[in-house]
């Protein structure tokens, strides 16, 4: 790993840690929280504006919008993953990812895919395996990897055993 100061060798300049980088930090997420005012629909799309409302409130968007834009301005970017779990809720359930467990594949500039690497797991034997899940256009693909990085049945674990592919329309 690289550091500022290990670049500066025999540096007469006093390397101390402040606060400043928090309070830098914390004034922008303020000022981009302070202008976040819900997401407008046009009047054509009413009722998906009730429906969203339910599902802005269900998850606690707002604050979810913070920790988003302060893990942005720390990792550098993120993505927003989405899931739904009718045992936990009703409604969509939207997380933040920040860039150290997702990857962003772009093509010609443009979003082609994004990778979440989020979900870890041990087995009985404490073996690790990742779950990378592919987001592309029209699917959502699951992959279990193990620790040495090669692709493993869904079924070797029983916590990624019932998962399927999901394929969809625009």
Same mark, same amino acid.
């Given at each position: ?59 606690? @968007? ?12 720390? @990792? ?39 990778? @979440? ?54």
């Amino acid at each position: 790993k690289y550091s500022f100061w290990k670049c500066v060798p025999d540096s007469e300049i006093c390397a101390r840690h402040t606060g400043i980088p928090k309070i830098i930090l914390t004034a922008l997420v303020d000022i981009i929280a302070e202008n976040y005012d819900s997401i407008s629909f046009d009047k054509s799309f009413k009722s998906q504006e009730d429906i969203w409302k339910l599902i802005e409130t269900d998850n606690d @968007f707002f604050d979810l919008v913070v920790k988003a834009t302060r893990d942005t301005l720390v @990792f550098g970017e993120g993505a927003f993953k989405l899931l739904y779990n009718p045992e936990i809720s009703e409604y969509p359930i939207i997380q933040y990812v920040p860039a150290k467990k997702c990857e962003i594949i772009k093509q010609y500039g443009r979003l082609k895919e994004i990778v @979440f690497f989020d979900s870890i797991y041990y087995d009985d034997k404490n073996n690790m395996y990742v779950l990378k899940e592919y987001y592309k256009k029209g699917c959502i693909e699951y992959k279990l990897f193990n620790s040495k990085e090669k692709e493993v049945p869904l079924d070797t674990i029983p916590e990624t055993a019932e998962l399927q592919n999901v394929y969809f329309n625009d």
